[in-house]
Nanobody, 123 residues
Framework: DVQLQASGGGLVQAGGSLRLSCAASGFTFNELSIGWFRQTPGKEREGVSCISISDGRTYYADSVKGRFTASSDNAKNTVYLQMNSLKPEDRAVYYC????????????????WGKGTLVTVSS
């Protein structure tokens, strides 16, 4: 069975940092692209970042560029999202998702999803 397990969410003050982890199991890890998405109540799920495991290329939404960094530890089959300078508007449930491709799809274009982890940013 394939599984994605996101963790690392929590409560942080504005300006603070969190690191999310996404542990992948059952996949051929180096053939994946893994994306981070987030969703708040009443809003569409939005893409935050994507990392292509095979070549390490990363992509970011404009709203998080310069503040968030995606990385992977291929030995651990784990992707990380380092989130710095957090803002109240970053508050959301964060999901990781995977696809066998060099590129991430949008929120409806990923094939495998993990359960979310809640990030709360207090002002």
């Amino acid at each position: 069975d394939v599984q994605l397990q996101a963790s690392g969410g929590g409560l942080v003050q504005a300006g603070g940092s969190l690191r999310l982890s996404c542990a992948a199991s059952g996949f051929t890890f180096n053939e994946l692209s893994i994306g981070w998405f987030r969703q708040t109540p009443g809003k569409e799920r939005e893409g935050v970042s994507c990392i292509s495991i095979s070549d390490g290329r990363t992509y970011y939404a404009d709203s998080v560029k310069g503040r968030f960094t995606a990385s992977s530890d291929n030995a651990k089959n784990t992707v990380y999202l380092q989130m710095n300078s957090l803002k109240p508007e970053d508050r959301a449930v964060y999901y990781c998702a995977a696809i066998y491709s060099n590129f991430c799809g949008g929120p409806y274009g990923m094939d495998y999803w993990g359960k979310g982890t809640l990030v709360t940013v207090s002002s």
